[in-house]
Structures are given as structure tokens and as C-alpha cells.
């Protein structure tokens, strides 16, 4: 804890994220490609779903990560409200275009998989649908900090939009099980242990990783832009202040 | 080979969707990157212009080129 609190220093962060990134970039170049062999030359075609089951080394991860990311936006979003930590709230802020882009990419490629599988592009059943839901919360988070200028109040109206919508999230990963859905079931984590072939599932848990990695860098260069607009904001409100005074006394 | 590169590209009938799921990926992916970088960059200029000493080793985690103002 004392860490972190150290590291809600931005100048702290600045310093160490910039240690950081060249490390992340280079990790996540490393997994993405490992995962990309892995997943088109070295998996085999599935049983029922044929070479289709390729759409899953994407749509799986991205899925994984649409929820993770919504997570951390709402740790964030938490610790942002409690403790007033200003990275928490830029960490959030930061968080949501990431999120939101791999729910785009979930809900994208998981209709390209539908069409051929289940004869449709979409089915409003329970967990397209709540993911659905998600994106759109995102997208709400986003607007929300567009529409309030003043950063402290945006963050705080955003955090409660983040906090309020987490209840989404179980909603998400139980939705399979609490209804007659055509999404199949649970097939990774779940109790006597994953129901896929370690052929497949190796590739899909690399490109499970190779996506957080890339969460990981992505979400430290955009924390970074957050905290140097916060501060050329800080700048400008300071020579605003500065020039008023004169301007007034050339006025009079 | 041709063949193999042929079946490959195939996809056993499945290309029309693979293949787009993939570029999907590629595309959201790299431009959430690139738009990210691109922004860092001209947050760095625009903090490099002001001379303000924030931002440790660079927005994108190296020495800034040429030397920043802010050294």
C-alpha cells in the first residue's frame, strides 16, 4: 500500500513508467508474436468448429481483456473517490478507450464467428447482450469525461458511471449459467479444470497473456499523456492567471 | 507449396471470416497503439515548448531526441 501510494506521485510515476515501457513494448512484442504462430501454424483445426476455431485466439482474449479493463477502471475509479488519488482517476480515464476497444473487437469478432457456427451474425441472448451493455457503459464513461470540463468534478461523476456499471460485470460471466443462452458455457475457468484440448489451449493462454501485455504498455503511455495534459492544463491556468491582471491595467 | 500456402489461406471454407477477424484484431489493436504513441508525442512537444522538467525519460520511455529543453 505504501508503495502505491508512493508511486501516485505522477512525477514518481513519470520516472518509473519510463523505465517501465521499453520493457513492456518489448514483452508484448515477444507474446503477441509467439501467440500468432501459435495460434494460426501450430493449433490444430477443431473437431466441430474446423479452422473457424482460429477466430477464437482473438475473440477470446479480447473478451477476457473487455472485462478485465472495466475492472481496473472500476479499482481505479474506487480508489480515485476514497482517496482522491489524481493518477487513479487519470488511470481510469486512461483505461476506458482500451476497454472499449476490446469490446469492440470481442463483439466484432465474435459475430464473425456466429455467422458460420450458428447461422447469425447477432442473437440477443444473455451474453452477447450484456457485453453489449458493456461497451455502451464505456462508451457513457468516455462521454461522461468529454461532456465535464472541470477534471475533478468529470472524474468524480465518471468513477460513480464506472462503480455503478461494474455490476455488469458478474452479470457477464455468470450469464451463461444463470440462463438458456446459445453462448457456450464456461470453458477455461471452471470447476475439474478447463474442457479444451491443451493443443488449443496453449495458444488461446499465450494470446490471453500477449493481450494484457499489450493493456499493460498501452495503458502506461496513455496514463503518461493523461498526467502531461493535466499538466500543460495546470501551465495554461497559470498564465491565464498571470496575464489577466495586466491586461486589466492596460485596460485602464 | 502453392497448395499448402492455398489450403493455408483457405482456411477449410472459412476464410471469409478468419481472415477478417484477424485483420479486425491487427487494425484495433495497432491503431489503439499508434493513436496512443501519437498523442504522447505531441504532449512531449508541447510540454518540450513550455520547458516544463516533468516527464523523466521521455513520454514513450527513452531520451527525448536531440535534447529537450526541459534537460
Given at each position: 500500500m505504501k508503495a502505491m501510494v508512493g508511486y501516485a506521485n505522477p512525477a514518481r510515476f513519470m520516472r518509473a513508467s519510463a523505465r517501465l515501457l521499453p520493457w513492456c513494448k518489448g514483452v508484448t512484442a515477444l507474446l503477441l508474436a509467439g501467440g500468432v504462430y501459435l495460434a494460426l501454424f501450430v493449433a490444430p483445426p477443431d473437431y466441430q468448429q474446423g479452422e473457424s476455431v482460429r477466430i477464437m485466439f482473438v475473440h477470446v482474449p479480447s473478451a477476457w481483456m473487455a472485462m478485465a479493463t472495466y475492472a481496473v477502471m472500476a479499482v481505479a475509479s474506487a480508489v480515485g473517490l476514497v482517496w482522491r488519488h489524481v493518477l487513479a482517476d487519470l488511470t481510469a480515464k486512461a483505461a476506458a478507450p482500451i476497454g472499449a476497444s476490446f469490446t469492440a473487437l470481442a463483439l466484432a469478432s465474435g459475430s464473425l464467428w456466429g455467422k458460420?457456427?450458428?447461422?447469425?451474425?447477432?442473437?440477443?441472448?444473455a451474453r452477447l447482450t450484456s457485453v453489449l451493455i458493456l461497451f455502451f457503459l464505456y462508451l457513457g464513461y468516455i462521454a461522461v469525461w468529454q461532456a465535464i470540463e472541470e477534471p475533478a468534478r468529470a472524474g468524480r461523476v465518471a468513477a460513480i458511471v464506472a462503480l455503478v456499471g461494474s455490476v455488469n460485470l458478474p452479470v457477464i460471466h455468470f450469464s451463461v449459467n444463470w440462463w438458456n443462452t446459445l453462448h457456450q458455457p464456461?470453458?477455461?475457468?471452471?470447476m475439474g479444470g478447463p474442457a479444451i484440448d491443451p493443443s488449443i489451449l496453449v495458444p488461446l493462454l499465450v494470446m490471453g497473456v500477449a493481450f494484457f501485455a499489450f493493456f499493460v504498455t498501452v495503458l502506461l503511455i496513455r496514463v503518461r499523456v493523461e498526467v502531461m495534459a493535466r499538466r500543460l492544463r495546470a501551465v495554461a491556468q497559470v498564465r491565464a492567471a498571470t496575464a489577466a491582471p495586466s491586461v486589466a491595467v492596460q485596460g485602464a | 507449396m502453392g497448395a499448402a500456402v492455398k489450403a493455408f489461406l483457405g482456411m477449410g471454407g472459412y476464410w471469409a471470416y478468419v481472415w477478417p477477424a484477424w485483420a479486425l484484431a491487427v487494425g484495433i489493436l495497432a491503431g489503439l497503439y499508434a493513436i496512443s504513441v501519437h498523442q504522447a508525442r505531441r504532449a512531449e512537444r508541447r510540454l518540450d515548448a513550455l520547458g516544463r522538467p516533468l516527464r523523466g525519460r521521455g513520454?514513450?520511455?527513452?531520451?527525448p531526441r536531440g535534447g529537450g529543453t526541459h534537460r
Open positions: 458460420p457456427m450458428w447461422g447469425a451474425w447477432w442473437v440477443w441472448d464456461e470453458s477455461v475457468v471452471r | 513520454a514513450l520511455g527513452r531520451q
